[in-house]
């Protein structure tokens, strides 16, 4: 079983729609919980991450962890042309070295 | 203010040889690791560098080999080349001590071995 599951998809929605991009994970010692956006062509960037449980919300993008289900989830509001890439989960131990990424999503959002 | 940058950004190689690949931290990062990402797969840890020393490693055999000099850029040896070998090869940087604790990485473009 790997550490870290994520859908690879693809997901294609129209423009404006709500993404929701998930993952689930086996090892409850993992504290932090990333997002990473790659588009073609380019290393990954970070989108936003979050401490332990909970919600965050920068902009369009809502991140939030269910520690108790081993559950992580990214949405997307409006969703735009530009957002089309592969969405990478990642998480990582505290003190940690090394992040543990999903296989990542790829997303399509037609104009 | 560059980023992480990496290079050569491809190249093809045969079985059997070696190969290395460099990357320059993002200004203000200590802290250097690489990755390899296969084709429609995720990033795989291969190791972390920090003041020099190998911090810590991931599940790849010895043949992967690196190294980080007093500037913080890093270079990352694959000797006796393998088909499977072929992949994206990322950079990333990071600043050990950083208050967020989380251990964000900044990525390079990365540098696509083609191993034929």
């Known amino acids: 079983q790997k550490e870290v599951e994520q859908d690879p998809g693809p997901l294609s929605v129209p423009e404006g729609a709500i993404v929701s991009l998930n993952c689930t994970y086996s090892?409850?010692?993992?504290?932090?919980f990333m997002w990473y956006r790659q588009y073609s062509r380019k290393g990954p960037e970070l989108l936003m991450y979050?401490?332990?449980?909970g919600n965050k919300e920068d902009g369009r993008f809502t991140a939030q962890v269910d520690k108790s289900s081993k559950y992580i989830s990214l949405f997307i509001r409006d969703s735009q042309p530009s957002d089309s890439a592969t969405y990478l989960c990642?998480?990582?131990?505290?003190?940690?070295?090394?992040?543990?990424f999903g296989a990542g999503t790829r997303l399509f959002v037609k104009a | 203010d560059a980023g992480v940058t990496q290079s050569p950004t491809h190249l093809i190689k045969t079985r059997g040889q070696q190969v290395t690949l460099r990357c320059s931290p993002k200004?203000?990062?200590?802290?250097v690791s690489w990755y390899q990402q296969a084709l429609g797969q995720g990033p795989q840890f291969i190791f972390q560098?920090?003041?020099?020393?190998?911090?810590q490693r991931g599940n790849f055999p010895d043949r992967f080999s690196g190294h980080q000099f007093p500037n913080y850029s890093s270079e990352l040896n694959v000797n006796a080349l393998l088909l499977g070998d072929s992949a994206l090869y990322l950079c990333?940087?990071?600043?050990?001590?950083?208050?967020?604790?989380?251990?964000?990485?900044?990525f390079g473009a990365g540098s696509r071995l083609t191993v034929l």
């Open positions: 990333a940087s990071s600043r050990t001590g950083a208050s967020s604790g989380a251990n964000v990485l900044t």
């Open positions: 090892n409850s010692a993992f504290q932090y």
């Open positions: 990642a998480m990582t131990f505290p003190g940690g070295f090394k992040t543990i």
């Open positions: 560098y920090y003041e020099e020393e190998e911090r």
């Open positions: 200004s203000g990062h200590d802290t």
């Open positions: 979050t401490y332990s449980s």
